[in-house]
């Protein structure tokens, strides 16, 4: 049986099967309080075992989904640098994630739209229509790579007049 470093309540060690139990209990009290006080005290715990759990467990099936969601934690928290280092982990080291399209596309729209870095945006936006130029997302990033850097009175002035 393998060990973890991480430790519960009653300082047994962790094993590999209970880690992703106990970070489902987590996910489920915050996705039942979603706008509560206890996410800023319980989504950066989450976030601390999303990461041990794949840093822990590199091969595991569940390490890039892990990562995707501490991801998208860590952004809600306002820590964009841990991330865009954790978007950029899976498509390093899970080139064949299955959701590695969402993080692509998640990764331009933060950089876009939290970092105000539309030339890191476009290079993150252009990256993905070459790896996944027949995706649903791909004609929205089209979009929003002609859009880059306008107002929103700019865009919908450019839809207005823009032939049916």
């Known amino acids: 049986m393998t060990f973890l470093a991480c430790k519960n309540n009653t300082n047994k060690s962790t094993t590999n099967n209970e880690i992703p139990n106990n970070i489902k209990d987590l996910r489920d009290s ?90 890191k945006a476009k290079e993150i936006y252009e990256d993905f229509l070459r790896r996944f130029p027949n995706h649903p997302y791909a004609s929205n990033i089209k979009m929003n790579i002609q859009n880059l850097g306008k107002t929103p009175e700019e865009i919908l002035k450019s839809l207005k007049n823009k032939p049916q």
């Open 30 to 119: 915050l996705l039942a309080h979603p706008l509560g006080e206890s996410f800023k005290t319980k989504a950066p715990v989450l976030v601390k075992m999303l990461d041990s759990y794949a840093k822990t467990n590199p091969k595991d099936s569940l390490a890039p989904a892990y990562l995707f969601e501490a991801s998208q934690y860590s952004r809600n928290l306002g820590d964009l640098k841990s991330a865009l280092n954790n978007m950029e982990k899976i498509k390093q080291d899970y080139p064949d994630f299955k959701r590695l399209a969402d993080v692509i596309f998640y990764e331009g729209f933060m950089v876009e739209n939290d970092m105000k870095d539309i030339h």
